[in-house]
């Protein structure tokens, strides 16, 4: 029973794990480019500010468009949960950093 109630929900709604983990890695990626950003301006950093700047831009060209095609709870979690790990993992890197 339980097994053909998951199959018909996969062949509905398919693989949640990947879009999951689709925004999440890309959410991850756009928040620890924002704190290197935001660290890399404190500091009078241009290079690391120039650099950053570019991969900010190109990261929310790329999430704007997967957002229109997104349409399952799994990709707003994986949104929210890439952001959360990437501020904590972008802070972490600065740190090291000095």
């Not at 399952?72 to 600065?94: K, Q």
Request: proline letters at 1%.
């Amino acid at each position: 029973m339980w097994r053909r109630w998951i199959d018909d929900f996969h062949a509905e709604h398919g693989n949640l794990w990947r879009p999951f983990i689709n925004f999440a890695a890309l959410q991850t990626a756009y928040f620890v480019a924002c704190v290197v950003n935001i660290r890399a301006l404190a500091h009078l950093q241009y290079g690391w500010a120039v650099l950053t700047d570019g991969l900010i831009c190109l990261m929310t060209w790329t999430i704007v468009k997967k957002i229109g095609e997104a349409n399952n709870l799994a990709s707003r979690i994986g949104y929210v949960v890439g952001g959360m790990i990437g501020s904590l993992l972008g802070m972490w890197i600065t740190s090291i950093w000095g």
